[in-house]
C-alpha cells in the first residue's frame, strides 16, 4: 500500500486531549472514592494509600484497550464495538484485578478479600463502561465536527467550481471557431502544426468538459493527459520521455476530472524542463486492495520529501489537487524520493466502478 507507512504513523499518534479526557475520568473516580473511605470511619488507614495505586493502575490498563477502539479499529461500526467489548471488558478487569493484588501484596498493603472482593469486579466493570461511554459519545462529537467543517469547505469548493464553470464557459465555441479558423489557414505541408492546434482544442474542450460533470472514466482522463503529453514532446523534443503503465482492468474506473494532469505538468516543470539533457516521466495507474493507486516518477534533481508545505507550494496545480484530495477523500497527494533520482507524487482513491452503460 502506496499510504501504509502514513496509516502506521497515524494509528500510533494519542491526540493529548483524548488523553486529558482520559485521565479526567479516572481522577474524578478516584477523588469521589477517597471521599467517600474519608467519610467511612470504619474503613481501614491501608485502604487510603491504596486509592492511587488502584486509580493508575486501571488507567495504565485502559490505554492498549483505548488504543484498539480508537485508533486500530476507528472505523467499524459502533454495534460491532459494543459487541467487541462484552469480550474485552473480561480482559481489562481480569488483568486490572492481578496487577493490583500483586502490588498490594509486594507493598504489604490491604486489598478486599473473600466475598468483599466481589465489588473489585463490580467497580471495576462499571468504570469501564462509564469511561467508554464518554469516550464513544466525545468520539461521535469530533466525527460530527469533522462532518460538518468538510461539508462546508465542499459547499465552499462547489461554489468556486461553479464561478470557475461560468469563466470557462464565455463564450468557448468563439475559441473552437478559432482554433478551427487557423487551422484550415495552415498549409497542408504544415500538417504536424495542424494535428497540434487540434490537439489543443481537444485539451481546451476536455477542460470545459471536466467544469460540467463530476467523475470521468480512466481512459477520458488518460486520453487528456496523453494528448497534454504530446504537445509538451513536441516542445521538449528528445529530452523529454514518457511512459504511460496502466492495467488493463482500470479504464472504465470513474475519478475526479483533472486530478492527474497537475501532477504530471509539475514533474514536467520541476524535475524534467530543467535539466540539461532532460529525463525520464512516469505514469502508473493500478487498483490495489479496494483502491485506485496513481503514481507520476520523474527523473530530475529531487527535492527535500520531508518539507510537505514547500513542494506544495511549488505550483498552483499540485496544492489544488492535494486540496481536493484532502475534503473528498481525507488524504492529500504524497511524496518520496524516486530511485535513483528524483520525485515520485502519489495518492490513492477509494475505486468507484463504472457503469456498464457509460457512453463517455
Known amino acids: 500500500m502506496m499510504y501504509s507507512s502514513y496509516l502506521d504513523r497515524k494509528i500510533w499518534q494519542i491526540p493529548l486531549r483524548e488523553i486529558v479526557l482520559l485521565l479526567g475520568v479516572y481522577f474524578f473516580f478516584a477523588v469521589t472514592y477517597f471521599i467517600t473511605l474519608v467519610l467511612n470511619s470504619k474503613a481501614v488507614y491501608s ?5 492511587p495505586i488502584d486509580y493508575l493502575l486501571k488507567f495504565i490498563v485502559i490505554i492498549p484497550f483505548w488504543w484498539l477502539y480508537f485508533r486500530r479499529l476507528k472505523d467499524w461500526s459502533i454495534r460491532d464495538k459494543i459487541l467487541l467489548h462484552f469480550c474485552t471488558l473480561p480482559m481489562y478487569v481480569f488483568i486490572w484485578i ?24 463490580y467497580i471495576p466493570t462499571l468504570i469501564y463502561f462509564i469511561q467508554f461511554g464518554i469516550l464513544h459519545v466525545y468520539d461521535y462529537y469530533k466525527k460530527l465536527q469533522k462532518e460538518k467543517e468538510l461539508a462546508a469547505s465542499l459547499r465552499q469548493i462547489a461554489l468556486q467550481s461553479e464561478l470557475s464553470a461560468l ?12 482554433f478551427n479558423t487557423i487551422s484550415a489557414s495552415v498549409p497542408p505541408a504544415q500538417e504536424k502544426t495542424r494535428i ?14 471536466a467544469s460540467k460533470v463530476e467523475l470521468v472514466t480512466i481512459a477520458e482522463e488518460v486520453e487528456f493527459i496523453q494528448k497534454y503529453l504530446d504537445l509538451e514532446k513536441e516542445r521538449f523534443g528528445d529530452r523529454l520521455d514518457y511512459h504511460l503503465h496502466l492495467s488493463s482492468d482500470i479504464m472504465q474506473e470513474k475519478i475526479p476530472p483533472l486530478l492527474i494532469q497537475p501532477l504530471v505538468e509539475n514533474a514536467i516543470k520541476h524535475g524534467i524542463s530543467n535539466q540539461v539533457k532532460g529525463g525520464r516521466l512516469d505514469l502508473y495507474i493500478a487498483k490495489k486492495e479496494g483502491e485506485l493507486q496513481i503514481e507520476v516518477k520523474d527523473s530530475g534533481p529531487g527535492i527535500n520529501t520531508a518539507d510537505t508545505a514547500s513542494l506544495l507550494q511549488k505550483g498552483i496545480g499540485l496544492s489544488n489537487t492535494h486540496d481536493r484530495l484532502e475534503k473528498m477523500y481525507g488524504q492529500g497527494v504524497q511524496f518520496k524520493k524516486n530511485t535513483p533520482k ?5 495518492f490513492s482513491i477509494p475505486l468507484q466502478y463504472a457503469e456498464s452503460n457509460y457512453s463517455g
Open 47 to 51: 485502604f487510603y494509600l491504596t486509592v
Open 167 to 178: 469563466k470557462a464557459q464565455i463564450n468557448p465555441h468563439f475559441l473552437y471557431n478559432v
Open 342 to 346: 528524483g520525485l515520485k507524487v502519489y
Open 98 to 121: 492481578n496487577l493490583y493484588y500483586t502490588t498490594c501484596d509486594v507493598l504489604d498493603l490491604g486489598h478486599l478479600t473473600g466475598v468483599a472482593s466481589v465489588w473489585d469486579l
Open 196 to 209: 497540434m492546434i487540434a490537439t489543443l482544442s481537444d485539451l481546451f474542450r476536455y477542460q470545459l468538459k
